[in-house]
Each structure stands twice: as structure tokens, then as C-alpha cells.
T-cell receptor, first 114, second 113 residues
Framework: AQSVTQLGSHVSVSEGALVLLRCNYS??????LFWYVQYPNQGLQLLLK??????LVKGINGFEAEFKKSETSFHLTKPSAHMSDAAEYFC????????????FGTGTRLTIIP | DGGITQSPKYLFRKEGQNVTLSCEQN?????MYWYRQDPGQGLRLIYY???????QKGDIAEGYSVSREKKESFPLTVTSAQKNPTAFYLC????????????FGNGTRLTVT
């Protein structure tokens, strides 16, 4: 079964600085990968998804992620952080075999320093 | 607007009482899911349903029950057998394909005292 690891439960960046949130997955074949964002007391909103069409995936709110098979990574980046980016971010993976379910990472809380 | 509606937003119950959380979707999605979210633990799957009148246990189904009598509705009952029911509960739906993302409701925060 696939799994996903998010390095860093808390990340702080200054407003205008680069945002980098890390996600590594374990899967024997390239899986489907997703990034979600959650604002306080709300549900999760899809930021972007990787489904093998292109390794660099662009999402909403200026975020993008690059699928690197050799590193089994799918890190989320944004060139310039905005105060409104403060939220919790979840990486999720679904494998390609049988009836595999979507597995979520434990999340990274992003704080933006003014 | 299409989406998923969870109600109520906040729910308070006494220990030993069963409580039912509502989830309705108008996205015409086949698959629906219930997740439980606790601080620092991410999302854990309770139950899911890929078609009407059928559902499967997720990773933490003990103490919970569901029904799927209509395509648009997937209520979750938290029974008195659930040892630690206080949590944030999220309902989601998807078109059902492997690459289909989940669409989430805004959650129900259940507090049991």
C-alpha cells in the first residue's frame, strides 16, 4: 500500500519569500498525487493534482508542484508568499492497483510572517 | 452552486448518546466518503461508498455506521460505542475514477462530554 510523508509539521516564511512544502510518497509505480489546502474550521480545497500528464503541475493561487520519480517527491512551491496563504496543507496519494484508497499526509501548517 | 453540505457546523452531545451527521451533495458524484480529523493526525477514513446501497469500512470504522439510500446523501452515525468521538468530521465526494479529486464539505465539529 502507498504512503505519504510530509516533512515539517510547521513551516514559517516571510511575506514575499519562497514557499516550499515537502511531500514524499512510497509507491511501486507512479501514483496519483494531490495537494489540498485547509483554512481554519473549513473543509479541504484542491490546490492541484498530478495524473501523469506533465511532471510540473500548476494549481490555484499561484502554487505549483513538481513530480520527481527518482526522488519519489511531489513538493509544493510558490515563488512569493502572501498573508492569505496561511493555512494547513495536505499531500495525498492514491496508487494504481486494485481498490486503493486515497491516503493523506499528516499536514503542514504554514505561517506567514509579515 | 454545486457542492457538499454538512450540517450542523457544531454539534454537542452527552456521552452515551448516538448522533447522526448529515452530508448532502448535488454534484451528481457516485462516490462519497467520511473522514475524521484530529490535530496532528491528518485525515483518517471512516467509511466510503462507491454506489448507492453499498458502502465499505475504512481504516477506523469501529463505533460508526453509515447508510447510502440515495445518491446525494451519506449520513454518518457516531454511536455510543465510539470511545473517543470528539473530533472534526469531513464528508467528501468524487466522480469515482482513480484520478478524480475529492470535493469536501465544510465539516462538522462534534464535541461529546
Amino acid at each position: 500500500a502507498q504512503s505519504v510523508t510530509q516533512l515539517g509539521s510547521h513551516v514559517s516564511v516571510s511575506e514575499g519569500a519562497l514557499v516550499l512544502l515537502r511531500c514524499n510518497y512510497s509507491s511501486s509505480v507512479p501514483p496519483y498525487l494531490f495537494w489540498y489546502v485547509q483554512y481554519p474550521n473549513q473543509g479541504l480545497q484542491l490546490l492541484l493534482k498530478y495524473t501523469s500528464a506533465a511532471t510540473l503541475v500548476k494549481g490555484i493561487n499561484g502554487f505549483e508542484a513538481e513530480f520527481k520519480k527518482s526522488e519519489t517527491s511531489f513538493h509544493l512551491t510558490k515563488p512569493s508568499a502572501h498573508m492569505s496563504d496561511a493555512a494547513e496543507y495536505f499531500c495525498a496519494v492514491r496508487g494504481n492497483f486494485g481498490n486503493e484508497k486515497l491516503t493523506f499526509g499528516t499536514g503542514t501548517r504554514l505561517t506567514i510572517i509579515p | 452552486d454545486g457542492g457538499i453540505t454538512q450540517s450542523p457546523k457544531y454539534l454537542f452531545r452527552k456521552e452515551g448518546q448516538n448522533v447522526t451527521l448529515s452530508c448532502e451533495q448535488n454534484l451528481n458524484h457516485d462516490a462519497m466518503y467520511w473522514y475524521r480529523q484530529d490535530p496532528g493526525q491528518g485525515l483518517r477514513l471512516i467509511y466510503y461508498s462507491q454506489i448507492v446501497n453499498d458502502f465499505q469500512k475504512g481504516d477506523i470504522a469501529e463505533g460508526y455506521s453509515v447508510s447510502r439510500e440515495k445518491k446525494e446523501s451519506f449520513p454518518l452515525t457516531v454511536t455510543s460505542a465510539q470511545k473517543n468521538p470528539t473530533a472534526f468530521y469531513l464528508c467528501a465526494s468524487s466522480e469515482g475514477g482513480r484520478g478524480s479529486p475529492l470535493h469536501f464539505g465544510n465539516g462538522t465539529r462534534l464535541t461529546v462530554t
